[in-house]
Nanobody
Framework: QVQLVESGGGSVLPGGSLTLSCAAS?????????TGWYRQAPGKQREVLAG???????QYADDVQGRFTISRDDAKNTLYLQLNTLKPEDSAVYYC????????WGQGTQVTVSS
């Protein structure tokens, strides 16, 4: 079973930025599957925000398009999500997984945007 470990979350002011990272216990995941970032806010369902295919094509949800950037470093077996121009409504726990999700969810990383 693949283990996914997210990191990089924190508390920022509105308009701030963060970079999230996702490490997988099996490096092959990124070459075999489309992968992506999800988030879940309190009382809401988990939603997919951004995805990247094995050949590097990206796609974003409408409410993060232009603010968030997904990328992958194959040499480091790491998936990233750059979050810019953060808004209070971006506050949530952020997760990585394949798209659609295949593996068990990790612990996630908390992002809090508040003044």
């Amino acid at each position: 079973q693949v283990q996914l470990v997210e990191s990089g979350g924190g508390s920022v002011l509105p308009g701030g930025s963060l970079t999230l990272s996702c490490a997988a216990s099996n490096s092959a995941i990124f070459s075999l599957y489309a992968t992506g970032w999800y988030r879940q806010a309190p009382g809401k369902q988990r939603e997919v925000l951004a995805g990247i295919t094995t050949n590097g094509a990206t796609q974003y949800a409408d409410d993060v398009q232009g603010r968030f950037t997904i990328s992958r470093d194959d040499a480091k077996n790491t998936l990233y999500l750059q979050l810019n121009t953060l808004k209070p409504e971006d506050s949530a726990v952020y997760y990585c997984n394949t798209v659609p999700d295949t593996f068990s969810w990790g612990q996630g990383t908390q992002v809090t945007v508040s003044s």
